[in-house]
């Protein structure tokens, strides 16, 4: 039986080019981790298989954790994890489900296909009432498909664009007053003519790079097109966009402007061929004003960078809404991976692992080793990630809009082979802005 976790969507239909790359890369940076208690018979245990992306150095460690305090609490489970590298993880997956070995549990992005072709089970099929009472009813009602939910989250997450407080003091910049695309042009103007004083790189960390994070640009970025500002369950814009590749084209055009001011105030070295760690590293080393990620990068900043962040200073960090249009004032909020479970998979032990993950026990590890904010709103642990207060702070005030990009959802593939290359030829210029808005259209209408 599989368990499958990968925040980034498996399309069927990868790229020639983008698959010659990751087999290029091989098998060779996985890892496997196997913790199968010794003083257990393994022929009386159902067996679940993870497949589980690496983010960092410390992945195998607090899986290792996961894995333990899980099979020591359910005995007649055992659990085993393989950390696999983003750039296998296609390779891997798939030869898995080619050899007929397709996942019981299933933790993605978007899950809609799955659904649509009845493979899953509702959740509340699945889980017990208790346990279905300890999600948010926001991020449930993101997982619901004509009434019925599909998917309980496995964390909290936040895109917003994320900032270094100790900078934009010195600075003189208030955040709270960034509301409007004007203000951002100005705080950028404002830290681009002291940068050297401030010991800064760049004023923002964005990176475009169209073959390892076409993620970021194409499904996130792009997600504020279609979900700042907005009510969470305001789907204007998803729908003109799956109704044949519709944009909106004066809200788009502004959107187009913002991505530009990015371009233009970001780090030259990390724009188009940088990488994701790059631009973490470069924000916890203090290089970067701002930096455009998810929350998720907290965990990192206290983890594998956390010595580069000392050496920053700790500094107090935060995060203000895209605002691309006046009086944009929300976060986008939700799950960037859902746990789904496929109806004709082992349903008893699929209920045992979900039931697990909202324990004491499980949240434990997943928020204080791993850095998640936790999707449960019965869990009572704080966390050490740094930008956790804040999404809190917004889901309190109602400040926050769905991520409508997930779900329902884009046509599989729109980001990995349409979108995130359009993000990285605007950055490269080899569009300008209105180029970037026509070519943006032309390729989702051809993709729909």
Same mark, same amino acid.
């Given at each position: 039986?599989?368990?499958?976790?990968?925040?980034?969507?498996?399309?069927?239909?990868?790229?020639?080019?983008?698959?010659?790359?990751?087999?290029?890369?091989?098998?060779?940076?996985?890892?496997?981790?196997?913790?199968?208690?010794?003083?257990?018979?393994?022929?009386?245990?159902?067996?679940?298989?993870?497949?589980?992306?690496?983010?960092?150095?410390?992945?195998?460690?607090?899986?290792?954790?996961?894995?333990?305090?899980?099979?020591?609490?359910?005995?007649?489970i055992n659990l085993n994890v393989e950390v696999v590298s983003w750039n296998d993880i296609y390779t891997v997956v798939n030869t898995r489900i080619a050899n007929g070995e397709a996942p019981d549990v299933l933790n993605i992005d978007v899950f809609a296909d799955y659904q649509a072709d009845d493979l899953l089970l509702p959740i509340?099929?699945?889980?017990?009432?208790?346990?279905?009472?300890?999600?948010?009813?926001?991020?449930?009602?993101?997982?619901?498909?004509? @009434?019925?939910?599909?998917?309980?989250? /496995?964390? !909290?997450?936040?895109?917003?664009?994320? *900032?270094?407080?100790? #900078? %934009?003091?010195?600075?003189?910049?208030?955040?709270?007053?960034?509301?409007?695309?004007?203000?951002?042009?100005?705080?950028?103007?404002?830290?681009?003519?002291?940068?050297?004083?401030?010991?800064?790189?760049?004023?923002?960390?964005?990176?475009?790079?169209?073959?390892?994070?076409?993620?970021?640009?194409?499904?996130?970025?792009?997600?504020?097109?279609?979900?700042?500002?907005?009510?969470?369950?305001?789907?204007?814009?998803?729908?003109?966009?799956?109704?044949?590749?519709?944009?909106?084209?004066?809200?788009?055009?502004?959107?187009?402007?913002?991505? @530009?001011?990015?371009?233009?105030?970001? /780090?030259? !070295?990390?724009?188009?061929?940088?990488? *994701?760690?790059?631009? #973490? %590293?470069?924000?916890?080393?203090?290089?970067?004003?701002?930096?455009?990620?998810?929350?998720?990068?907290?965990?990192?900043?206290?983890?594998?960078?956390?010595?580069?962040?000392?050496?920053?200073?700790?500094?107090?960090?935060?995060?203000?809404?895209?605002?691309?249009?006046?009086?944009?004032?929300?976060?986008?909020?939700?799950?960037?991976s859902w746990w789904s479970v496929y109806k004709d998979g082992n349903v008893e032990a699929a209920e045992a692992f979900l039931q697990w993950l909202t324990t004491d026990e499980a949240q434990e590890v997943l928020v204080k080793e791993a850095g998640f904010v936790s999707p449960f709103k019965s869990c009572t642990i704080v966390g050490?990630?740094?930008?956790?207060?804040?999404?809190?702070?917004?889901?309190?005030?109602?400040?926050?809009?769905?991520?409508?990009?997930?779900?329902?959802?884009?046509?599989?593939?729109?980001?990995?082979?349409?979108?995130?290359?359009?993000?990285?030829?605007?950055?490269?210029?080899?569009?300008?802005?209105?180029?970037?808005?026509?070519?943006?259209?032309?390729?989702?209408?051809?993709?729909?």
């Amino acid at each position: 039986m599989y368990l499958w976790v990968a925040p980034i969507r498996i399309y069927r239909e990868v790229t020639l080019m983008k698959m010659k790359q990751v087999l290029a890369t091989g098998a060779a940076l996985s890892m496997a981790l196997s913790m199968t208690p010794v003083t257990a018979s393994a022929a009386d245990k159902v067996d679940i298989n993870v497949i589980a992306a690496q983010y960092g150095q410390q992945t195998a460690d607090w899986w290792a954790n996961f894995v333990t305090e899980f099979n020591e609490a359910n005995p007649d489970i055992n659990l085993n994890v393989e950390v696999v590298s983003w750039n296998d993880i296609y390779t891997v997956v798939n030869t898995r489900i080619a050899n007929g070995e397709a996942p019981d549990v299933l933790n993605i992005d978007v899950f809609a296909d799955y659904q649509a072709d009845d493979l899953l089970l509702p959740i509340q099929d699945v889980v017990s009432e208790e346990t279905y009472s300890k999600m948010y009813d926001a991020f449930l009602a993101q997982s619901e498909v004509d @009434g019925t939910v599909w998917a309980i989250p /496995d964390l !909290a997450s936040a895109r917003a664009m994320y *900032y270094n407080k100790d #900078i %934009l003091d010195k600075a003189g910049i208030d955040p709270s007053t960034l509301t409007s695309p004007d203000a951002i042009k100005e705080a950028f103007e404002t830290i681009d003519s002291k940068k050297d004083e401030l010991g800064l790189t760049a004023v923002v960390g964005y990176a475009a790079e169209p073959v390892n994070l076409y993620w970021s640009t194409g499904n996130h970025l792009f997600g504020t097109y279609l979900d700042e500002g907005l009510d969470r369950d305001d789907t204007t814009y998803i729908d003109m966009l799956n109704d044949g590749g519709k944009l909106d084209e004066g809200r788009f055009t502004d959107f187009a402007n913002f991505v @530009g001011l990015l371009n233009q105030y970001s /780090d030259p !070295a990390l724009l188009v061929s940088g990488t *994701y760690d790059q631009q #973490i %590293l470069n924000f916890s080393s203090g290089k970067y004003a701002f930096v455009t990620q998810g929350s998720w990068i907290g965990a990192t900043m206290v983890g594998d960078d956390a010595d580069a962040y000392k050496e920053a200073g700790n500094f107090e960090v935060g995060m203000i809404p895209y605002a691309f249009e006046d009086g944009q004032d929300t976060i986008l909020t939700s799950s960037p991976s859902w746990w789904s479970v496929y109806k004709d998979g082992n349903v008893e032990a699929a209920e045992a692992f979900l039931q697990w993950l909202t324990t004491d026990e499980a949240q434990e590890v997943l928020v204080k080793e791993a850095g998640f904010v936790s999707p449960f709103k019965s869990c009572t642990i704080v966390g050490d990630d740094p930008f956790a207060q804040t999404i809190t702070d917004y889901q309190k005030a109602e400040k926050t809009s769905a991520w409508h990009w997930s779900i329902p959802g884009f046509k599989e593939g729109i980001a990995q082979n349409y979108t995130g290359q359009v993000f990285a030829d605007y950055a490269s210029g080899s569009l300008d802005e209105a180029g970037f808005v026509k070519t943006m259209q032309q390729v989702l209408e051809s993709a729909n």
